[in-house]
Each structure stands twice: as C-alpha cells, then as structure tokens.
C-alpha cells in the first residue's frame, strides 16, 4: 500500500465520523455511538472505503491513551477522597454484581469453563466490560432537571469516579491473570507494585508541576509535559510492571488532576482527542467489528448481554444503597443513574481484543449496551423524580 493512501484513510475516517457523530447527537445519543457506527459503515464490513492498517491501530492506540488520561484529568481527587464509605461500598457493588452476571451470562451460553483456562477467561472479562460506568448522560439529565447538586447526584458521581477506578484496577489484574505465564500472586504483586510506584513518583512529578504552574503559570509547556507524562507512565506500565497501558495513562491524569492548570492541560488534550486521535480510535471499532460471523446466537447474546449489564447496576447499585440507609425510590434512581455505560466500556473491550480475550463481533453487543443505556437512562430518572421529588422538595 503507497505511504500517503494513509492520509485518505484518514481524511474519510475524520469527515465521516464527525457526520455521523453530529446526526448522534442529533438523535440524543453519545457521540461516540456515531462515530462506531461510521467505522463499521467505512470498514470492510458494508462499504470497504478504509481497511484498518498497523498505522491505524496504533493512531487508535494514542487515541485511547488520550481519552484515559483525560478521564484521570477530570477526577476530582479530594471529592474522590471525601466521598466516604457509602459511595465506596455502591461502587464495589457496581464492579462485582456486573462482573458475575456477566461472567454467568457468557458461561451460559458457552459453557462453564474450568477456572484458568482460555475460555474461562473470555467469560470472566464479559464481566469486566459490564463493571464500567459512564455518568456523563446521567450528568446531563441531573443537570437538565436542577438535581445534579443534590445529596443523590453527588452520590451518583462519587460512586461512579470509584466505579471506574476499581474497574480498572479488575482490567489490570484479569488481563495479566489471562497470560498462562502468570499466576495470580505475581499478577496482585505487580499491580500492588505499581500503585505504589505512582504514588512515590507521582507525588513528587505532582510537587514539580505545582512549582511549573505557579511560576509559568497557562503556558503551553505545562501541557506538553503532562502528554509527556502521560505517555511515560503509560509506557513504564505495560513495560515495568505488566499492567495495562490505559492503566498508566489514567494514573498520569490523576497525578495532575489537583494542579491548578488541570483544566487547560484538559482543554489542549482535548483538541487533539477531539479533531483526530479520539474519531480514529472510535471508528477503529466499527473497522474492527466483524458483522458477517453476526448469528442469531450472537444476537441473542447481546440481547441478553444489554439486559443483565442494565438489571445488575440498578440491582447491584441499588440494594447497597438501600443498606446505607437511602429510601427505596432514591436507592433505585442511584441504580439507574449508575448504569450508563459509554467510552470505558469500549476501551476495556478494545483491550479485550487486543489481547486475544474477547472476539470482534462482541463489540456488537457493547454497542446496543451504551446505546440502550444512554437513552432509557434520561427517560427512567425522569420518571423517578417525578413520582419520587427528593424529601427536601417536599417539605
């Protein structure tokens, strides 16, 4: 293939991506959903205008490496901190019941593997797809009807910046747990290992761009150096440490995320995710998904696949919030504000498949999963508010 057929590649990945992402919006749904859609319409599957080349792959690898970096930039770590007990023990709800309803389900239809072996693994991470949260829709209705601030929002939140934490945190161990060479001692170790690296040297690389921000303060090399950072902890993971590399990149974001210039290293990675690396990465998956192994076996999975990824969040989510003392109503709009599922859920699928555990034409499944998530999500915590007013409005 001629070096510069690359730059049509991309010219038709950017201009379709973008269309397909802005009649997304259009329709209410994420962004991101068109933006799949536009890579399986472009991809070898329907159209054939873009096969997904090693340039590609490793553009959509940058691409995520961006997105995840940019999630650890926009966790506030000291709400993180202050959430307390009950937003910790809805998160570990949220990452365990999906994990083992996930796992169930794939069992189900498969069969009930052995513990180790290949095909138990592929069912174990079925579960790890399912323990992501995306909030970013629930934000946006909480937001419409004036309840983002409220003691149910902030819950919503909390529990869902831990959600995503722990679940990385299941990504890294099960992929390494999947590497034959590997047993589970080494596996805890290594990630045990590095947390506390990136808590020594982040702490330090955290004093260091404290002083570059307050004595150059909104510069552009304050940013350059975060990308840098991000790309060397994403790097020293996978190479040092056998953890994922998505797993270094979101550490580099919360290193930084205190700093008083957070926002605009935010904002300048942004424009790179946004105008290139993120529309690359995203219709990489439709490129990737293979529509033509799509039987009504695999359609009836991912049927399955959306309802227990939706019943055990609101399930999971909702019981633990009921035992920490929420009334009935508001522990079930917690469960529903917690299942929305978006770019996590693709990333953790895409590090699926990049390692051999889980099969392009699941990503079918994931899909119907954040689409159906992302628009019965809105309509159901409507629904609740308006039967169920907070205590507060009541009085």
Same mark, same amino acid.
């Given at each position: 293939?001629?070096?510069?057929?690359?730059?049509?590649?991309?010219?038709?990945?950017?201009?379709?991506?973008?269309?397909?992402?802005?009649?997304?919006?259009?329709?209410?749904?994420?962004?991101?959903?068109?933006?799949?859609?536009?890579?399986?319409?472009?991809?070898?599957?329907?159209?054939?205008?873009?096969?997904?080349?090693?340039?590609?792959?490793?553009?959509?690898?940058?691409?995520?490496?961006?997105?995840?970096?940019?999630?650890?930039?926009?966790?506030?770590?000291? !709400?993180?901190?202050?959430?307390?007990?009950?937003?910790?023990?809805?998160?570990?709800?949220?990452?365990?019941?999906?994990?083992?309803?996930?796992?169930?389900?794939?069992?189900?239809?498969?069969?009930?593997?052995?513990?180790?072996?290949?095909?138990?693994?592929?069912?174990?991470?079925?579960?790890?797809?399912?323990?992501?949260?995306?909030?970013?829709?629930?934000?946006?209705?909480?937001?419409?009807?004036?309840?983002?601030?409220?003691?149910?929002?902030?819950?919503?939140?909390?529990?869902?910046?831990?959600?995503?934490?722990?679940?990385?945190?299941?990504?890294?161990?099960?992929?390494?747990?999947?590497?034959?060479?590997?047993?589970?001692?080494?596996?805890?170790?290594?990630?045990?290992?590095?947390?506390?690296?990136?808590?020594?040297?982040?702490?330090?690389?955290?004093?260091?761009?404290?002083?570059?921000?307050?004595?150059?303060?909104?510069?552009?090399?304050?940013?350059?150096?975060?990308?840098?950072?991000?790309?060397?902890?994403?790097?020293?993971?996978?190479?040092?440490?056998?953890?994922?590399?998505?797993?270094?990149?979101?550490?580099?974001?919360?290193?930084?995320?205190?700093?008083?210039?957070?926002?605009?290293?935010?904002?300048?990675?942004?424009?790179?995710?946004?105008?290139?690396?993120?529309?690359?990465?995203?219709?990489?998956?439709?490129?990737?998904?293979?529509?033509?192994?799509?039987?009504?076996?695999?359609?009836?999975?991912?049927?399955?696949?959306?309802?227990?990824?939706?019943?055990?969040?609101?399930?999971?989510?909702?019981?633990?919030?009921?035992?920490?003392?929420?009334?009935?109503? !508001?522990?079930?709009?917690?469960?529903?504000?917690?299942?929305?599922?978006?770019?996590?859920?693709?990333?953790?699928?895409?590090?699926?498949?990049?390692?051999?555990?889980?099969?392009?034409?699941?990503?079918?499944?994931?899909?119907?999963?954040?689409?159906?998530?992302?628009?019965?999500?809105?309509?159901?915590?409507?629904?609740?508010?308006?039967?169920?007013?907070?205590?507060?409005?009541?009085?």
């Amino acid at each position: 293939m001629e070096s510069f057929s690359v730059f049509k590649d991309l010219a038709i990945i950017v201009i379709f991506a973008k269309l397909f992402g802005i009649l997304a919006r259009k329709c209410k749904a994420p962004q991101v959903v068109g933006e799949i859609i536009a890579g399986l319409l472009i991809g070898p599957s329907v159209l054939g205008f873009v096969s997904l080349s090693d340039f590609l792959s490793q553009m959509a690898e940058i691409g995520v490496i961006l997105l995840m970096f940019s999630a650890g930039l926009e966790t506030n770590l000291r !709400d993180l901190i202050k959430t307390g007990f009950k937003a910790t023990l809805i998160a570990c709800a949220g990452v365990f019941v999906p994990l083992v309803g996930g796992t169930l389900l794939y069992s189900c239809f498969y069969g009930f593997a052995k513990i180790g072996t290949p095909e138990f693994f592929s069912a174990l991470f079925i579960g790890v797809i399912l323990t992501a949260t995306s909030v970013s829709i629930t934000v946006q209705a909480l937001r419409e009807m004036g309840k983002l601030k409220g003691t149910i929002g902030t819950t919503i939140l909390s529990a869902a910046i831990i959600d995503d934490v722990i679940g990385i945190i299941v990504l890294t161990v099960v992929v390494g747990l999947s590497n034959g060479s590997t047993n589970a001692g080494t596996v805890c170790l290594k990630t045990a290992l590095f947390f506390v690296f990136s808590i020594v040297v982040g702490l330090l690389i955290y004093k260091l761009f404290k002083y570059m921000d307050g004595r150059y303060p909104h510069t552009r090399r304050i940013p350059i150096m975060g990308l840098a950072l991000c790309l060397a902890m994403a790097y020293i993971a996978e190479k040092y440490f056998g953890i994922a590399d998505i797993t270094g990149a979101y550490v580099a974001g919360i290193i930084l995320c205190n700093i008083r210039d957070s926002e605009y290293i935010a904002e300048k990675m942004d424009i790179n995710s946004y105008m290139l690396f993120g529309p690359i990465f995203f219709a990489s998956i439709g490129l990737k998904t293979d529509i033509s192994d799509l039987n009504m076996s695999i359609l009836v999975f991912a049927i399955c696949f959306v309802i227990v990824g939706l019943v055990c969040k609101i399930v999971g989510c909702g019981l633990v919030a009921r035992m920490c003392k929420f009334t009935w109503a !508001d522990s079930l709009k917690i469960g529903v504000g917690m299942m929305t599922r978006g770019e996590v859920a693709l990333i953790v699928s895409q590090k699926g498949l990049s390692v051999g555990l889980v099969s392009p034409v699941y990503f079918t499944a994931v899909i119907l999963l954040i689409i159906a998530s992302s628009i019965l999500t809105p309509i159901m915590l409507k629904i609740l508010y308006t039967k169920h007013p907070p205590k507060e409005e009541c009085a």
